[in-house]
């Protein structure tokens, strides 16, 4: 499957303006439970990416390499921009020790995406709002598609079957 990044872009500027402390770790994370959640309510994931088991939780490959390439576009040049470019982009923290993802400042659109994965962003956006990237990790490492994948390895997303949904979003009503 396609990643289509215009809709990781409108999801990613909405976790920026709904999240606070919004570093990368922590938009991968939340990318991860959105995804996930999603494959074992709906059936598919949200993003279509391949996850892997990295130390600091599940990464999906694709996003993180496009969140890389917003660090490097001023020194390799306007052919190698991200994707992503258009809809977030890395900002210094205050002590300058690590990059925050802020919106790049166009408008986005919610309804480009379909009615269960607005519900499901919202959810989660508001669940993880004040979630240090820390304590996502740490979460992420207490569940079964993590804790039954070798390291290093892609994740199954037919693990998420044996996510608890209510424990991760209480608030969540799956259809």
């Known amino acids: 499957m396609k990643i289509d990044f215009g809709k990781v872009g409108i999801i990613s500027a909405y976790f920026a303006e709904n999240t606070e402390g919004l570093y990368v770790t922590k938009l991968l994370k939340l990318f991860y439970y959105l995804d996930f959640i ?38 390799l040049g306007e052919e190698f921009k991200s994707q992503l470019s258009p809809y977030i982009k890395l900002q210094k923290n205050a002590d300058g020790n690590g990059n925050l993802i802020v919106g790049a400042g166009k408008e986005y659109n919610l309804r480009k995406l379909s009615n269960s994965e607005i519900e499901l962003v919202k959810c989660i956006a508001e669940t993880f709002k004040d979630t240090r990237a820390k304590q996502l990790s740490n979460k ?36």
């Open 140 to 175: 992420t490492h207490e569940e079964a598609p993590w804790l039954s994948t070798s390291d290093f390895s892609v994740i199954d997303y037919e693990l998420s079957l044996e996510l608890e949904v209510e424990s991760i979003l209480p608030a969540y009503k799956s259809k």
């Open 38 to 75: 999603s494959y074992k309510t709906r059936g598919a994931s949200v993003s279509n990416d391949v996850y892997f088991k990295f130390p600091y939780g599940p990464v999906p490959s694709a996003i993180k390499n496009s969140i890389d390439l917003l660090s490097k576009e001023n020194i």
